[in-house]
Nanobody, 121 residues
Framework: QVQLVESGGGSVQPGGSLRLSCTASGNIFSINLMGWYRQAPGKQRELVVHITNGGNTNYADSVKGRFTISRDNAKNTVALQMNSLKPEDTAVYYC???????????????WGQGTQVTVSS
C-alpha cells in the first residue's frame, strides 16, 4: 500500500501565500505523475497542476503565474507554492501520485486526505 500525507493548509488573506507539501510512502517502485487537485464546495474536483518524474508540468490556467510545483524524486515529495492567493482559490487541496508498487504491477492512482485552504479577508 501507498500513503500520501499532506501538510501546509490554512487560512490567509487575499494576496497572501501558502505552501503545501506531500510525501508518498509505503511500497513504491516508481512514481510517474505527482500533482495537486482541489475541490471547492459544490464543485467538482479539478486539476491544479501535475508534474512528471522528468519535471514537465501542466498548470490550470487559473493558477498560472501564481502557483509553482516542485518535486524531489529521491524523497518522493511534491510541494505547491501558492502566491497571490485569491478567494476563488479556497478549496480542499488533494495530493495525488501515480505509483507502481512493483516492477510487474500496473500504475495506480493514490490520493492524500486533503488539506483545507481558505482565502478570505
Amino acid at each position: 500500500q501507498v500513503q500520501l500525507v499532506e501538510s501546509g493548509g490554512g487560512s490567509v488573506q487575499p494576496g497572501g501565500s501558502l505552501r503545501l507539501s506531500c510525501t508518498a510512502s509505503g511500497n513504491i517502485f516508481s512514481i510517474n505523475l505527482m500533482g495537486w487537485y482541489r475541490q471547492a464546495p459544490g464543485k467538482q474536483r479539478e486539476l491544479v497542476v501535475h508534474i512528471t518524474n522528468g519535471g514537465n508540468t501542466n498548470y490550470a490556467d487559473s493558477v498560472k503565474g501564481r502557483f509553482t510545483i516542485s518535486r524531489d524524486n529521491a524523497k518522493n515529495t511534491v510541494a505547491l507554492q501558492m502566491n497571490s492567493l485569491k478567494p476563488e482559490d479556497t478549496a480542499v487541496y488533494y495530493c495525488s501520485a501515480q505509483v507502481r508498487e512493483h516492477f510487474y504491477t500496473l500504475w495506480k492512482d493514490y490520493w492524500g486526505q486533503g488539506t483545507q485552504v481558505t482565502v478570505s479577508s
